[in-house]
């Protein structure tokens, strides 16, 4: 089993920043990509940003310029710094990894159980 397990939610003023982080962990062999997807009220959930192994990284565009994803210190984690929030930022996001438990089988794509962020003065 794996866990994608997220930290760094909370309440931010407009403007503000937050920086998230996301660490997997688990039976792990390696880990293909990672992402931040998010999920505002009413909203279908979304891509934030992803980034893969070999460090190619994607946003949507929204984000792009604001957002800023990048691997972790520690071994199979990711951040997700975030500058100028604004309201519409508002969401619950949820840290995606593309991971392969056996290098004789496909990765399996896992999620962790999200972290909302609320930006509002």
């Known amino acids: 089993q794996v866990q994608l397990v997220e930290s760094g939610g909370g309440l931010v003023q407009p403007g503000g920043s937050l920086r998230l982080s996301c660490a997997a962990s688990?039976?792990?062999?390696?880990?293909?990509?990672m992402g931040w997807y998010r999920q505002a009220p009413g909203k279908q959930r979304e891509l934030v940003a992803r980034?893969?192994?070999?460090?190619?990284?994607s946003y949507t565009d929204s984000m792009k310029g604001r957002f800023t994803i990048s691997r972790g210190k520690a071994k199979n984690t990711v951040d997700l710094q975030m500058n100028s929030l604004k309201p519409e930022d508002t969401a619950v996001y949820y840290c995606?990894?593309?991971?392969?438990?056996?290098?004789?089988?496909?990765?399996?794509?896992?999620w962790g159980q999200g972290t909302r962020v609320t930006v509002s003065s």
């Open positions: 995606n990894a593309d991971v392969v438990t056996d290098w004789r089988i496909p990765f399996i794509n896992y």
């Open positions: 688990g039976s792990i062999f390696s880990i293909n990509a």
């Open positions: 980034i893969t192994r070999g460090g190619d990284t």
